[in-house]
């Protein structure tokens, strides 16, 4: 069959030099090679093409799934040689029945793959269209349309059996305290707490005590603070009787509740007289101290340690005393 080709071809080559010329016989093998090797070139030119172009493959892992069953859907493109492989974005490549839950993309110097996983919630039969792909920009592939049924794994006519019967189980007491040792805890706190609360806000802890609001208390306070200066030893008497005076008149304003901050001597001694807050007895001392302070104060006359001290015990006595006049004040008022 060979011998018959060979024979046949020869045959074919002297027709075609005797059109041209019965002299170029003698030359006719150059010609076939050159023949030859030129077919042979566009063979390599084709089989090179074939080789070198980019070839898209697609696979999907199921065609027929469960509701929210998960299934793959696979894209290869081989061949690339660096090039680029321009396609939807991340989760927007599937339809939007099909749920994407992953979306992951590999590319190497000559492979692109881009797999998605994706859940359909709906019975039903759904496709994935030809889904395009563009190399470079410039040359586009796309690849075969799938189509996937949905169906429901559980018909509403199945019924549904426990795997085996109840059993009872006898509890001892480590397993209540398991099951309700969290609730005990905490009624054992908030017991605890509730008891130091009150413990504490009956001890003061959480209020003033009544000797720390009480305008007594702080007034006697303040006038041990100036006994403890020593202005009648120093006989600096302008001083003490001030700040006597102050002393005084802010215990009236917390304690009988006199505006003898604002008010003169002689307007502060006409109130009280009206008002009969302050006992008659209370009322005479407060009247000569404060009197007596305002002469001292313009320099009108100048006492001596035993005034000052004396001064000084009866308006801390007044202070004592004042309980009286406010319990007396209540009873008025009741009556």
């Known amino acids: 069959m ?16 005797d059109k041209v010329s019965p002299n170029l016989k003698r030359f006719k093998w ?32 199921k065609e027929k799934i469960a509701l929210g069953e998960k299934a793959t859907f696979r894209i290869t493109i081989n061949g690339l040689e660096g090039k680029d492989v321009i396609s939807k974005p991340k989760n927007e490549l599937l339809p939007f029945h099909l749920e994407e839950t992953k979306d992951e ?12 996983e994706f859940q359909v919630f709906e019975e039903g039969k759904f496709t994935i269209p030809e889904l395009e792909f563009s190399i470079n ?13 949905v169906y429901n794994p559980v018909n509403a006519d199945d019924q549904i059996n426990d795997i085996m019967n109840n059993k009872q189980v006898d509890l ?6 398991e099951m309700y040792k ?5 009624g054992l706190v908030i017991f605890t707490s509730l008891f130091l609360f009150l413990s504490f806000f009956k001890n003061g802890v959480f209020r003033n005590s009544g000797k720390e609001k009480s305008p007594i208390h702080k007034t006697l306070q303040d006038l041990k603070n100036l006994e403890k200066k020593k202005y009648a030893e120093k006989s600096n008497y302008r001083m003490f009787y001030v700040e006597l005076i102050d002393i005084t008149r ?27 807050k302050i006992s008659p007895e209370n009322e005479k001392i407060v009247e ?26 009866e308006i801390y006595e007044f202070v004592e005393r004042s309980v009286t006049d406010i319990e007396a004040e209540h009873l008025r008022e009741v009556h």
């Open 105 to 116: 993309i590999n590319k190497t110097y000559d492979q692109y793959t881009r797999t998605v």
């Open 137 to 149: 920009g410039t040359e586009s592939i796309k690849t075969i349309p799938y189509e996937i049924t």
């Open 250 to 276: 802010a215990f009236l304003v917390k304690q009988y509740h006199i505006p003898a901050d604002v008010l003169l001597t002689d307007d502060l001694i006409d109130v009280m007289k009206h008002t009969n």
């Open 172 to 177: 001892g007491f480590s397993d209540y305290w």
């Open 2 to 17: 060979k011998k018959n080709f060979l024979r046949i071809f020869n045959q074919y080559i002297d027709r075609q030099l």
């Open 182 to 186: 969290w609730y005990i805890l905490g």
């Open 30 to 61: 150059p010609f076939v090679a050159f023949g030859v090797i030129k077919k042979l070139a566009l063979l390599f030119v084709f089989v090179a093409q074939c080789f070198s172009a980019q070839t898209l493959s697609s696979n999907l892992s």
């Open 288 to 313: 000569e101290v404060f009197l007596r302070g305002d002469l001292v104060k313009f320099a009108k006359i100048l006492p001596n340690q035993e005034l000052m001290e004396r001064d000084f015990l």
